[in-house]
């Protein structure tokens, strides 16, 4: 499970919100800060709270005294994780007429603070169908007296907490790696600036980023007194993402928030723990909240400046689905999407790959040759293939007219450029699985001869004949190279069935 973490450095707590005070009307100070954090407009808001723009616009202004009713609509659409229930009560009993309670001491100022400020830092994670997304949003100030133009982050899985010889057998056979990840950041808080990142430690199964204030047409440093939103967002898949997820406050920061957002009909189930340096695990001390919306189900909790090196874990169970996020048991197309392999859906698997001039593209065919190879490798770690295996250079995303296929017998074989001239009219049917979409297997006629025209390194055009089980390999990779998948030539009526009921795993083709 990802602990994801970041630098966020010591200094200044009370600080005033989008230029106005903080004590001035605490409910409204807190409904633009939590509209920021979601980066939506007035407009925007009101539409999702079903409320008319003006009168949000007045009561984040200070000019309408809001409602119970409209702070519950606001928690529930901002997924504030119970701060704006809390702002309204505060409200209510400070608002002109009542009597004001002291305010609270400040605390004091750590001795040597730091210069960067994190005024929030919200992350919301969603579970999208075996793919967790998480988009982490900060508000960053510099406190100090010089610029600040990098920012640290880190990303941390650990699928099975519990059994730490289980994890590491796991991310040794199937790295986390940076095309699963896809990361993305940007400056600004519109998603309009991108930022650059830098790698600064690349683990199996942690990897720590440097997000920069630059992108290719400019730099944008943090300079002392100002402030700025950033925002980031990567993937994981559940065959590497445990059930929890951690918040480790690694530098000190005013609020911190969390969202979890969960598919409704997983019946998710979640509870927080709060640990530190000098105390064991904790129950949070104010509850989660819970808010369903059609078809997902969202799960929000905010505190006030955490504690230095506090750590605040979010566990859950998906009581509908026990393997979903929180099983042992891994997807077999997840795993083959973790090592690289390109899934069901994508255009590259749709359309003919482009072929090789060769000898004048010799050297990339030996490299992606080389790259099909690496794949195949990593790949026959983690399943057995009593049939032999077949790749093709579409499914590990490099668009070329190259295959190869490892027959039962231990042959390798090398296509480039191939194309199925002439096919034996004598037939036989098996079942079938592509790397592509791992879950299911399929039934289908294929030639018992095949005759392939293909090319070799050195530009030579070649006919080599395949028979049998060697033939349905080599015709099943063809097939991928002119963007053809084998659910395409099953019979009319013809189903595929789920691998655990499949019985053929790990056995030789039967003639």
């Known amino acids: 499970m990802p602990e994801e973490g970041a630098a966020l450095m010591s200094g200044l707590h009370s600080l005033s919100y989008g230029g106005q005070p903080a004590g001035s009307n605490v409910f409204a100070v807190e409904l633009r800060r939590w509209r920021d954090v979601r980066g939506l407009s007035r407009t925007a808001l009101a539409k999702n709270m079903g409320y008319d723009r003006s009168y949000v616009s007045k009561v984040e202004s200070g000019a309408e005294r809001p409602s119970r009713d409209f702070a519950a609509h606001a928690e529930a659409a901002l997924r504030a994780g119970g701060a704006l229930r809390a702002a309204f009560r505060d409200y209510e009993a400070t608002r002109p007429g009542k009597p004001r309670p002291p305010p609270p001491p400040e605390p004091p100022e750590p001795v040597g603070a730091a210069s960067l400020i994190v005024d929030h830092d919200d992350a919301t994670l969603r579970y999208e169908g075996h793919t967790y997304r998480l988009t982490q949003r900060r508000r960053l100030v510099n406190g100090g007296t010089e610029p600040i133009s990098r920012y640290l982050i880190r990303i941390s899985v650990d699928r099975f907490p519990g059994d730490p010889e289980r994890s590491n057998q796991l991310y040794s056979e199937i790295p986390l790696g940076w095309e699963e990840i896809n990361l993305q950041a940007w400056h600004g808080g519109d998603r309009t600036e991108p930022m650059e990142w830098s790698v600064h430690h690349d683990r199996d199964a942690f990897k720590e980023i440097w997000l920069l204030f630059a992108n290719q047409a400019e730099h944008f440093p943090l300079y002392p007194g100002e402030s700025t939103w950033i925002e980031y967002e990567y993937t994981v898949s559940d065959a590497h993402w445990g059930n929890w997820f951690q918040r480790a406050v690694r530098l000190p920061t005013n609020r911190l928030s969390v969202t979890l957002d969960f598919p409704v009909d997983l019946k998710p189930v979640v509870w927080g723990l709060h640990t530190s340096m000098t105390a064991e695990a904790l129950p949070f001390r104010t509850a989660v909240d819970k808010v369903i919306n059609g078809d997902r ?95 093709a250079a579409p499914q590990i995303g490099i668009d070329r007219a190259a295959a190869i296929v490892r027959t039962p017998a231990g042959e390798s074989i090398t296509l480039l450029n191939p194309v199925i001239i002439e096919s034996g009219a004598e037939t036989d049917e098996q079942y079938e699985g592509c790397l592509s979409f791992f879950d299911v297997r399929g039934q289908l006629p294929r030639s018992l001869v095949i005759h392939v025209e293909h090319t070799d390194i050195d530009g030579v055009t070649k006919i080599t004949a395949f ?45």
């Open 467 to 511: 028979r049998r089980g060697v033939a349905r390999l080599v015709a099943h990779e063809v097939d991928h190279l002119h963007g053809r998948l084998y659910v395409d030539q099953m019979r009319p009526g013809t189903r595929l069935i789920p691998v655990e009921q499949y019985r053929g795993t790990g056995t030789t083709w039967k003639y």
């Open 297 to 391: 189900v969202t799960f929000s909790w905010s505190t006030e400046r955490p504690a230095l090196h506090a750590r605040y874990r979010l566990e859950w169970d998906f009581r509908g689905n026990p393997v979903a996020g929180g099983g042992s048991a891994v997807r077999p197309s997840e795993a083959m999407r973790a090592l690289g392999v390109v899934q069901k859906g994508d255009p590259l698997l749709h359309r003919a790959a482009r072929r090789f001039a060769l000898p004048a593209e010799a050297e990339d065919a030996r490299r992606v040759i080389t790259e099909l190879n690496s794949a195949a490798e990593r790949i026959a770690r983690v399943h057995t293939f009593g049939k032999g295996m077949g790749l």
